[in-house]
Nanobody, 124 residues
Framework: QVQLVESGGGLVQAGGSLRLSCAAS????????MGWFRQAPGKEHDFVAA????????TYADSVKGRFTISRDNAKNTVYLQMNSLKPEDTAAYYC?????????????????WGQGTQVTVSS
């Protein structure tokens, strides 16, 4: 069982930045691909970004490419999402997810473990 705890959400003005963190409780963090998803009210979980076990491979949703960066620190069992040039449409609850795989899953159905989420609100 892997527990994931997100932090770093908050209220920010459009154009601002936030960095989300997700700490994982596992001794084998480097065996897991990690992903970030978001869910706005009344909508599905949307894929945001994912990173493979080593950090050498990443993938992003088109809506965040060039603005968001996913990274990980395996020594700290933590994955990050640096969000720059935030827009009001980025407002959502952000969730991190984990799957024990060497790939880079891009679908929420491919992940086995989920955090509780952290709210990001971008004001116009």
């Amino acid at each position: 069982q892997v527990q994931l705890v997100e932090s770093g959400g908050g209220l920010v003005q459009a154009g601002g930045s936030l960095r989300l963190s997700c700490a994982a409780s596992t001794l084998t963090f480097s065996a897991y691909a990690m992903g970030w998803f978001r869910q706005a009210p009344g909508k599905e979980h949307d894929f945001v970004a994912a990173i493979n076990w080593s950090g050498g491979s990443t993938t992003y949703a088109d809506s965040v490419k060039g603005r968001f960066t996913i990274s990980r620190d395996n020594a700290k069992n933590t994955v990050y999402l640096q969000m720059n040039s935030l827009k009001p449409e980025d407002t959502a609850a952000y969730y991190c997810a984990a799957r024990r795989t060497t790939g880079v899953p891009g679908k929420n159905s491919e992940y086995h473990y989920w955090g509780q989420g952290t709210q990001v609100t971008v004001s116009s």
